[in-house]
């Protein structure tokens, strides 16, 4: 079975601080895809990033970096130096041939920024 | 292109009622996607087209449900005799498809229609 958990529901920070949003996954198949998405209150998914699963090396993009660990079946979103406009829904899932490359989602995160 | 549209944005009906969603996607992709998104949750597959096949509907909710994309461009969503069970965000998404060596597409999505029943 495939699986992707989200175990924050929600966290709140100030402005300017690091922030971490977790993401564990669970899937039997070897070849398989991780994905970030972002939902702000306008309600429309923004992709962030794509990563499969051969593919460890972590990923920076301005602020927002990926830490991918397959030893810990982890793919968790950093936010450095956080600013009231990455208040949002953030959404990580999975996809796998095992799902037909359909989309396996977690609950999300609300993240919070206070400014 | 301005990306995936929707409408109606937000429609309010009453139990009992027949709705339609429809979709634009992006011209360029192949496969338009339908969930479902309840508060607090992720969103929630419902069904997908490849161009004007319609792959998989076995997750729609129940027969009250349907879509269609008769020309493989646009689409509609239909939810029939609307129960108050039903009032959520409905979400279309695009992707272009270029083989299954190419591996899970990048979905982009609109900014979804949101379903009130009375």
Known sequence: ?115 | DTGVSQNPRHKITKRGQNVTFRCDPISEHNRLYWYRQTLGQGPEFLTYFQNEAQLEKSRLLSDRFSAERPKGSFSTLEIQRTEQGDSAMYLCASSFFSGIRSGANVLTFGAGSRLTVL
């Not at chain 1, 709140?12 to 994905?35: A, G, I, M």
């Not at chain 1, 979103?77 to 396996?104: K, P």
């Open chain 1, 1 to 115: 079975a495939q699986k992707v958990t989200q175990a924050q529901t929600e966290i709140s920070v100030v402005e300017k601080e690091d922030v971490t949003l977790d993401c564990v996954y669970e899937t039997r198949d070897t070849t398989y895809y991780l994905f970030w998405y972002k939902q702000p209150p306008s309600g429309e998914l923004v992709f962030l990033i794509r990563r499969n699963s051969f593919d460890e090396q972590n990923e920076i993009s301005g602020r927002y970096s990926w830490n991918f660990q397959k030893s810990t079946s982890s793919f968790n979103f950093t936010i450095t130096a956080s600013q009231v406009v990455d208040s949002a829904v953030y959404f990580c899932a999975l996809s796998s041939m095992d799902s037909n490359y359909q989309l396996i989602w977690g609950a999300g995160t609300k993240l919070i920024i206070k400014p």
